[in-house]
């Protein structure tokens, strides 16, 4: 389970100049459930997971991964997070198993236990051809696949998605809708980012639109559905922030 209670986080640009990132976040995910945490760029969506797993100290509020605390406990709550995230590259000179069990090795589990596991997460994600390839080689979809695998090769209750499908294709993006699906079967407690709402909805069981740090909306599908009027999270999330047309019809008109 994720418990997060009145999450801020201020940055300072200057004396007297601070930035908010994330404005007084509260909402919690328990096990088996997708929660996407959406927004435009620059929302704070990724700000929010640093400080989830511990790398950034909040400014206020608190954050809980299975009852440990993220600024108390933040070794207990990596030990049981999972993180895909564009950012994080491979190894580029280590070979896909290589890879994977230097990950494992690093989460203390058991060589036995660790190869079996590479076993099992190479057939789920299609990797048994590229075990033996050093990662260097791959392509881009090729190596977000390993991605999931390494994200999920200590067995954490709890994971991480930050923008998973960012540069795939549709293949490559179907891979992840797959695994997403397999963490809900497994009863993991999954977080989302993404900027791609329409992706979202596919992917998502409840959804918190994040603008400027802040939490406008929450709720499932249906929920939001019903109470903004709209049918999409796309029309959702511009009625809600951006309530007026940024361009005049007359203009339109006249070009």
Known sequence: MIQVEGLTRRFTISEGND????????FTVQAGEVYG???PNGAGKTTTLRML???????????????????????????RVGLVSTSAGLYPHLSVREMLLFFADL????????ATEVERLAGLLGLKDLLRRRCITLSTGQKQRVNLARALVHQPPVLLLDEPTLG???????????????LRSQGK?????????DE???????FGLLHKGRLVCTGTLAELQASTGCRSLVEMFIQLVQPEPTVRAEVLMES
Do not use: M
């Not at 989460?107 to 660790?114: E, F, H, I, L, N």
């Not at 294709?169 to 699906?181: H, P, Y």
């Not at 407690?189 to 709402?197: D, K, Q």
């Not at 979202?200 to 409840?206: P, V």
């Open 37 to 39: 945490l959406l927004g």
């Open 189 to 197: 407690a999954v977080i989302l980012t993404t900027h791609r709402l």
């Open 107 to 114: 989460y203390g589990v058991p060589p036995d236990r660790a």
């Open 200 to 206: 979202a909805e596919r992917l998502c069981d409840r």
């Open 53 to 79: 797993l511990g790398l950034l100290r909040p400014s206020s509020g608190r954050a809980t991964i299975e009852g440990f605390s993220s600024v108390d406990q933040p070794d207990e709550v990596k030990r």
């Open 168 to 182: 795939l294709d549709v293949l490559g993006s179907q891979v992840v809708v797959e695994f997403v699906a397999h």
């Open 19 to 26: 930035i908010l990132a994330v404005d007084n976040l509260s």
